[in-house]
């Protein structure tokens, strides 16, 4: 892990790009250490989300939390997959279509990139957990809601998760679901345009975690309220601390 | 509106019993005067739910908030109404039968009930607001979320809602839905053995609010999470306040 640049943030917050191989990344850390660590998720493209990204680093870390990103495989300035590409231009034709999405292509769109991404995830916290400045307990919180089913059952250093149902899932994960037993905090954008309302459901009633509990908001994809936000972090509070 | 006894809680809340003609009450008042009101409805039974009642009020006097309920009609030491005891067996017969329960016994049950308390309820207000203990915006918080649903679209000094999605609904009710548009917050227990889950999703679709916010929690009818009440009275604190 390679420190390429810092800022220091209003807040007192330091924030930090690093590369880990090729593989470029973003820490923020509060002004207290050693502090739990929070890894935020996303969509994919570390610097069109650097904006939401560093709101809710800087909500993590009124709480105490340090946080930290990777970019995903294929997105950003990392080497585009073509197979994926072809994928995700499927999956467009037919939303835009307004049919059902064949399960095929979420399953070509999904699967690889939670076979290449999870590992990266994990050799990232190898990285930060190796740092003085980060000590105590990890939490997932994020997007691309089948990454964080994977990471949740594979790796035992994560104790809770905070998931966003925005995407679409592979029957696979739906099934990798029931695995999961730490403690979910799953959010919900209710009328999310880009979203099956019912796989999100089908999906939380599986989860195997005897505590889970679901946050259905208004708004679209990007219009989680700010209280929302606010009550993930309460959450992660209650279950890393 | 007589008040018939008072005790000093624990934490300097006042808890007085009242009645308001034939309708038992209790209103629960915190130091601070004049404090906004939140109304705590609950399924019938004030000797039964008293316990629970308590932890409500307390919860709410430590936010600043003053609350209060009344019986239910055909509840607790009112009158029963037979229709009312053969519309709740008729219910009993058929959840117990396992198979799904008539539409017809659901608006036999329920819209008695929803007509008879919601007046009731709105005199209790009149009776609450002219006292000097009480001032500012009013929440209703609780159970038979079709009396909710109803005081939500009659009641113009109802400001917010918590609800309980734990109950039967009858169809005009989800209709009547529609008409809401305060800012909502609504609970349901995901695995509650009484509860229609399905139902209360199409309940909580149906809200015309710009602003609803649903909470799913696990645990049965009365398992609602201590966190998932601090939430509740946090949304409170956002409207109410």
Redesign the interface.
Known sequence: MQFTSEQRLGDGVLERAFTLGEIPGILWTPGSAPAPLILLGHPGGLHMMHPRLVARARQAAAEGFAAATIELPGSGDRPRSAAAEEARADLRRAVEAGGPVDDEIVDRLVLPLVEKAVPEWRAALDALLALPEIGGRVGYSGGVISIGVRLAVVEPRISAAVLFAGSFVPRAILEEARQVTIPLHVLLQ?DDEGNDRQMA?DL??AFG??????????GGHTGV?Q??GE?AN??FA?HLK
């Open positions: 209710w459901l939380f009633d975690s005897k505590e889970k509990t679901l946050h259905a908001n208004m309220p209280f929302a009550e309460r959450f209650r």
